[in-house]
């Protein structure tokens, strides 16, 4: 019983920055890992970042690395996604996810199937 809303997508240039929130519910968010992924038309949804329960930890897909940067705030229970230097390739609907099967784990998880519920997701397209 947790849910996630994203918001911030929008229509930007290339090289425009974007950040992403995602709203959770429940106490239960300061406990869990939290990741955000991607779907572009025609594709699978893809990793992007995750980050442990405390903050600590983060992992990125190589794509956005040192472009795109995951953080949480427990007490707001929210997790964000600051993403600067986009690129068209970066289109897509984000998506934010919870793992709450395990808590305060220090084990990323990068797979779909490894997050249990999710937001509605939220558009991100960069175009010239």
């Known amino acids: 019983q947790v849910q996630l809303v994203e918001s911030g997508g929008g229509l930007v240039q290339p090289g425009d920055s974007l950040r992403l929130s995602c709203a959770a519910s429940?106490?239960?968010?300061?406990?869990?890992?939290m990741g955000w992924f991607r779907q572009a038309p025609g594709k699978e949804r893809e990793f992007v970042a995750a980050i442990c329960w405390s903050g600590g930890i983060t992992a990125y897909v190589d794509s956005v690395k040192g472009r795109f940067t995951i953080s949480r705030d427990n007490v707001k229970n929210t997790v964000y996604l600051e993403m600067n230097s986009l690129k068209p390739e970066d289109t897509a609907v984000y998506y934010c996810?919870?793992?709450?099967?395990?808590?305060?784990?220090?084990?990323?998880?990068?797979?779909?199937?490894?997050?249990?519920?999710w937001g509605q997701g939220t558009q991100v397209t960069v175009s010239s």
């Open positions: 429940g106490r239960t968010f300061s406990r869990n890992a």
């Open positions: 996810a919870a793992d709450t099967k395990r808590v305060m784990s220090t084990v990323l998880r990068g797979h779909v199937w490894d997050y249990d519920y």
